[in-house]
Nanobody
């Protein structure tokens, strides 16, 4: 069984910074791409950023230059550094990872796992 657990959310004033973390745990064989999505009240979940196992990154236009995604493969952890936060960044942030796992001696197909979400509130 695989779990993703996020941490680091909270409340911050406009212009402030936060760093989100998401650790994958369980019977992990390999972790491919990892990423972050967010969902604001009354809106659909939207893409924020992704990072491949080799370190290539991709960002939504709305966060380019302000957010930085990184990962520590030894810790099975992905991070999202968020600078210059704006009120419109207020949302529940979810991490996701494409993970190959195993059960006993069986290698299970790669699957997209999601964390439970962490609230980020930007307000004065």
């Amino acid at each position: 069984q695989v779990q993703l657990v996020e941490s680091g959310g909270g409340s911050v004033q406009p212009g402030g910074s936060l760093r989100l973390s998401c650790e994958a745990s369980g019977t992990i064989f390999s972790i491919n791409a990892m990423g972050w999505y967010r969902q604001a009240p009354g809106k659909q979940r939207e893409f924020v950023a992704t990072i491949t196992s080799g370190g290539s990154t991709n960002y939504a236009d709305s966060v380019k230059g302000r957010f930085t995604i990184s990962r520590d493969n030894a810790k099975n952890t992905v991070y999202l550094r968020m600078n210059s936060l704006k009120p419109e960044d207020t949302a529940v942030f979810y991490c996701t990872a494409n993970i190959g796992s195993y059960r006993g001696y069986v290698h299970l197909p790669d699957y997209d796992y999601w964390g439970q979400g962490t609230q980020v509130t930007v307000s004065s």
